[in-house]
């Protein structure tokens, strides 16, 4: 169990670090966050929680003036495959490095094509989410548009809920029934996260919150949120905290204020 999140919005960076923090009961073995910042896809992560790269981001000069980008993904990790290390925290980029992506869920089936993917692309680490990275760059290749190819790794071999962010401004949610996935809009801004209650910290009581059905494809750019497909039915395979004292750290509401 994991969580993952994406914003759309005014300093991006830092408000998705804040929905990770609000949703440490998913994990906080490691951190990882990805942005755009003058065209370029950029990541950044530790083998550490999410507070302390919050932190390193909010009290670092240089960091911080990456916060200026309005598009981010960021995750937070209990890890199920792999040791916790640098090499296996989320994000994973992309060889062309046209994409990130983060990852909540075990899909140990992808598994049996790390040989074969290992031949065609550098793979640093021991998870499954690092093989979904390469195998889904595959599918664009092969047919030319995110939104195949992301319907493609659902059918083989996705389990749990991804968000990829393109270094085209382009942010894309998918899940099944093992994972969650919430989005909302608000003030002009786009927030995507594991949990509502994460999402609700940062926005407001009266913010209408909703949850991503399986299969559907979430697709957030400048223009605002896209949901295409009508999704399948819900299977409650697992029963996810839903409810949770977040407001545990009175610096995290002075930034959520601040920012």
Not at 96 to 102: G, P, R
Not at 162 to 180: D, F, G, K, M, Q
Not at 212 to 234: M, S
């Amino acid at each position: 169990m994991c969580g993952i999140s994406g914003v759309k919005g005014r300093n991006a960076i830092v408000k998705a670090l804040l929905i990770t923090v609000g949703q440490l009961e998913r994990g906080d073995l490691s951190s990882g966050i990805a942005w755009i910042r003058n065209g370029k896809l950029k990541y950044y992560k530790i083998a550490d929680s999410p507070v302390k790269l919050l932190y390193k981001v909010i009290s670092n000069p240089h960091m911080y003036n990456q916060t200026l980008s309005d598009m981010a993904i960021a995750h937070n990790r209990f890890p199920s495959i792999g040791q916790v290390t640098v090499q296996n925290a989320h994000p994973f980029i992309s060889c062309d490095k046209s994409f990130a992506l983060v990852h909540n869920g075990t899909s140990s089936t992808i598994n049996s094509l790390r040989k074969e993917l290992k031949e065609r692309h550098k793979i640093f680490g021991e998870t499954d989410s690092e093989l979904l990275t390469h195998l889904l760059e595959e599918y664009i290749y092969e047919h030319g548009d995110m939104i195949t190819a992301l319907e493609k790794l659902y059918e083989k071999y996705l389990n749990g809920a991804i968000i990829v962010l393109t270094r085209n401004r382009e942010i894309y949610a998918i899940r099944n029934s093992s994972a969650p996935i919430h989005y909302c809009e608000y003030n002009g801004e786009i927030y995507i996260a594991s949990t509502e209650n994460a999402i609700r910290n940062i926005t407001s009581k009266k913010a209408q919150i909703i949850k991503l059905k399986p299969r559907q494809i979430l697709r957030a750019t400048d223009k605002g949120i896209e949901v295409i497909g009508e999704g399948e039915e819900e299977k409650d395979i697992y029963k996810w905290i839903t409810e949770y004292d977040y407001d545990f750290y009175k610096w995290y509401r002075d930034i959520i204020r601040k920012y």
